[in-house]
Antibody
């Protein structure tokens, strides 16, 4: 069964870069018509779609974050990654990695989420 | 961007009730809509996709309908485990797969 696990620092200083990895087990990031995506949820707020990457490396980003976001995929390590530059307190959130594209473009498998706080 | 608006923001109901959530898109999304359930401290879970198709393992008391810009999620007979927050998401526009702001279902 496919499982996703987020990893990375839980605390990032303002103006620095947030970096997270999502390790995939029970499947391969390189196969199928899936896409691999990042979603975040600030405390007590709604879900915000950040962007996604296809196995061939093609990406699409939320226009509101586009200038600061990079999502990449590493098929040799079977993981994909998120980088968000110039963070502020507004980037404090639970960050989820997930898979989409198996049931139309809905997101059918989610990681458990990892909390990232932006603070000095 | 396509904006997704859910209503109501919160809903109070009792076990056994029939409840309906509404999601409106700012433009026609051609039934490219998914519904998710999220419980506190947990990741969301997919309930339905393509407006009305039940995801594997989801109980049949959940159903969805709609077209164009107006979509609904109905739970036919509430169970205790259904109290959660429900989100819609459009995946029509590949420029941005936007979520609604959620409807919190609470016990009356």
């Amino acid at each position: 069964q496919l499982q996703l696990l987020e990893s990375g620092p839980g605390l990032v200083k303002p103006s620095e870069t947030l970096s997270l990895n999502c390790t995939v087990s029970g499947g391969y990031v390189s196969r199928g018509n899936n896409y691999w995506t990042w979603i975040r949820q600030p405390p007590n707020r709604d879900l915000e779609w950040i962007g996604f990457v296809y196995p061939n490396g093609i990406t699409t980003y939320n226009p509101s974050l586009k200038t600061r976001v990079t999502i990449s995929i590493d098929t040799s390590r079977n993981h994909f990654s998120l980088k968000l530059t110039s963070v502020t307190a507004a980037d404090t959130a639970v960050y989820y990695c997930a898979r989409g594209g198996r049931v139309e473009d809905a997101i059918d498998v989610w990681g458990q989420g990892t909390t990232v706080a932006v603070s000095s | 961007d396509i904006q997704m608006t859910q209503s109501p923001s919160s809903l109070y109901a009792s076990v056994g009730d029939r409840v309906t959530f509404t999601c409106r898109a700012s433009k026609d999304i051609s039934k490219s809509l998914a519904w998710y359930q999220q419980k506190p401290g947990k990741a969301p879970n997919l309930l339905l996709y393509a407006t009305s198709r039940l995801h594997s393992g989801v109980p049949s008391r959940f159903s969805g309908s709609g077209s164009g810009t107006h979509y609904t999620l109905t739970i036919s007979s509430l169970q205790p485990e259904d109290f959660a927050t429900y989100y819609c998401q459009q995946y029509f526009s590949t420029l941005s797969y936007t979520f609604g702001q959620g409807t919190k279902l609470e016990i009356k």
